[in-house]
């Protein structure tokens, strides 16, 4: 079993298991190995990081090289998901399978069955049909109903039309009820249904969570979860809150998908940020969202587990990753900072850890003496508090024009920008390569240039010098309470009097001889890499500007801040830790050697030499 949990920081992992809030993870650790050096590779973005562990090869030969794809014969402007992409060479999952043994995927990045190399039983996010709402009812009389719920006064009802993409819609009724017979209107139990002629079903109350399915296009089973929030007796005020419409796309035999199907249910929504953001939801609710997700999660995996007794099980948990990229408030100069604000939004993190770990301990209670289970991330994560926006800059610079309904112009644009976390690839608008492209081979060079010009010239002005001079002050008072630092104290001199700095950690052009990952078909011409506090916005907007989230990743693995975690247990495994330096491009190669597998030629990962020494120990 191999299981990712997106996201998770090194160091955090390491603070929280000693610190209590892991007991699971300690208990792995202290009952088998734990990588204290360990490296995921670059981009460090989710979409690049799943595919070598899964493939044990470079964002080179697997293709996905960020998490948003360019592809060629397209218009300098389009992309796509990096997650509904296939990859370009063949995950472990589907050479096993190839080799005669049977695999398992659960969500796991790269897996989805929609794009080849699948496992023997997948499955992978599907359609998000309809967005959360919140939604009011209005209730009246209820007419041509095959059968009633007991009440004490008239029933009625209510309806939602669900707008649902590229489907017909859905229809859901709600009938209320009175259960108490004190001789007043007192609506107070309530009844959901796709159909006027279903059988009364289980009964629902004010602040209850319960849910509701149906299928769509004959294939797939979508639902949602929801509350009454405010229930008034009379019903002149009725408000309902549901998540996203949502569904999943399973891959195997039709027993298999209709066994997944049959006990449990439609793939929840995974959150809901809206929802709380808007406060249609409190914090604890969106925290019981996240967690019908993780346990639905576990329990299918758990479920083909025992079932189907596959070789080879990949699944994958990505609530750190997202808690981490709204709520990582640790640097006094992020925007909204204060010690407040930055202590309850790790509380946040930490609880999105213990979900993780309550996870795990329903797996470990599940295995046995021939399991062996690998827990990896994909990559850490960093504070951040600033984006760049490069669309800005190359439309300034007259490289990219916007027509009148706002959208990209590729008929006179000369270049565009398609970022993911600390990284942007940015993309000549190339004759005979992109669907409209302008640039002739002559002028590619020409263009490149001045590309590369914009951004090495560029400086940026941080959005909160105040917050900054603090932050290097604690710096310098921290190395030193006798001796004062040069180079801090020219830090904060340059802070007072309003400097600016270069937000690139790197320009890299394709064809230069540090542009390896830049030889796939999908690369850009040009790569931004931000520095450490910056990230990479999408839009055209203003260049400079506060972030958005708190948390990036994406760039230099070497960051201690985007280390990876690599458990490994079993049933005969001993205590130990891994501390030679490895990679998570080194996980599939390992896995192949446990496994008695060929490997294939194209693998750039390293045998993990302590985990086969444990294994024959």
């Not at 603070?15 to 190995?33: D, R």
């Not at 890499?529 to 989230?549: F, H, L, M, P």
Request: no cysteine.
């Amino acid at each position: 079993m191999v299981i990712s949990f997106d996201g998770m920081r090194h160091d955090f992992t390491k603070n929280y298991m000693y610190g209590g809030e892991l007991p699971n993870f300690k208990k792995v650790k202290e009952n088998g190995l734990f990588a204290e050096d360990i490296r995921t590779i670059y981009p460090s973005l989710t979409a690049a990081s799943h595919a070598a562990i899964s493939t044990g090869a470079k964002p080179e030969k697997t293709g996905m090289i960020s998490n948003n794809l360019h592809k060629p014969n397209t218009d300098v402007s389009d992309k796509q998901s990096a997650f509904f992409s296939p990859l370009d060479v063949t995950p472990i999952w589907a050479e096993a399978k190839k080799q005669g043994k049977t695999t398992a995927t659960v969500l796991f990045p790269g897996s989805n069955p929609e794009e080849g190399n699948q496992a023997t039983y997948a499955i992978y996010y599907g359609t998000t049909w309809n967005d959360s709402a919140l939604e009011k009812l209005n209730f009246k009389e209820a007419v041509k109903w095959t059968e009633l719920p007991k009440s004490y006064s008239s029933v009625k009802e209510a309806s939602l039309s669900l707008k649902l993409e590229k489907s017909s819609g859905q229809k859901i009724y709600i009938l209320a009820a009175d259960s108490t017979n004190n001789g007043m209107t007192d609506y107070d139990t309530f009844y959901f249904y796709t159909g006027k002629n279903s059988p009364v079903p289980d009964a629902v109350h004010s602040n209850e969570w319960d849910s509701i399915s149906f299928p769509i296009k004959s294939s797939h089973l979508a639902g949602f979860s929801f509350k009454l929030k405010e229930v008034d007796p009379s019903l002149k005020n009725v408000e309902l809150y549901r998540t996203a419409v949502t569904s999943a796309v399973l891959h195997g035999p039709q027993e298999f998908k209709d066994n997944v199907t049959n006990r449990f249910g439609y793939l929840p929504v995974q959150d809901d940020d809206q929802a709380f953001e808007k406060n249609w939801i409190t914090r604890l609710e969106y925290e019981e969202i996240s967690e019908r997700f993780a346990k639905w999660t576990t329990d299918v995996s758990l479920y083909i587990k025992e079932q189907y007794h596959p070789d080879l099980l990949f699944s994958y948990y990505p609530q750190i990753d997202h808690e981490e990229h709204k709520y990582l408030l640790v640097d006094p100069r992020q925007p909204g900072y204060s010690k407040r604000k930055s202590e309850r939004y790790m509380d946040y993190i930490k609880w999105s850890y213990q979900l993780a770990d309550q996870s795990l301990g329903v797996t470990l209670e599940n295995m046995n003496d021939n399991d062996r289970l690998f827990l990896v991330s994909d990559h850490g994560m960093e504070p951040v508090h600033t984006m760049i926006s490069p669309n800005h800059e190359l439309e300034k610079a007259g490289l990219l024009q916007i027509d009148k309904d706002g959208k990209v112009d590729a008929t006179k644009s000369k270049a565009y920008a398609i970022a993911s976390g600390a990284i942007a690839h940015i993309y000549i608008n190339l004759e005979n390569r992109e669907r409209k492209g302008i640039v002739s081979k002559e002028e590619y060079s020409e263009v490149q240039t001045e590309v590369i010009d914009i951004f090495t010239s560029l400086k940026a002005k941080e959005v909160s010098k105040i917050k900054k001079m603090h932050y290097l002050f604690n710096n310098w008072r921290q190395k030193s309470r006798n001796e004062t630092s040069i180079s801090t104290s020219k830090k904060m001199l340059k802070v007072l009097i309003g400097s600016k700095e270069k937000p690139f950690e790197e320009i890299i052009a394709r064809g230069s001889k540090e542009a390896k990952i830049l030889s796939h078909e999908q690369a850009g011409d040009v790569l931004l890499i931000a520095k450490q506090g910056y990230y990479i916005a999408q839009d055209n907007e203003s260049t400079i500007k506060r972030a958005v989230d708190h948390g990036s990743h994406g760039s230099d693995p070497e960051r201690m801040e985007l280390r990876p975690i690599l458990f490994v247990t079993a049933g005969n495994y001993p205590t130990a830790n891994i501390t030679e330096e490895i990679s998570t491009i080194d996980i599939a190669p390992t896995l192949y050697e446990l496994m008695n597998l060929n490997t294939p030629d194209f693998i750039d990962g390293q045998v993990i030499d302590k985990i086969i020494e444990s294994e024959s120990n």
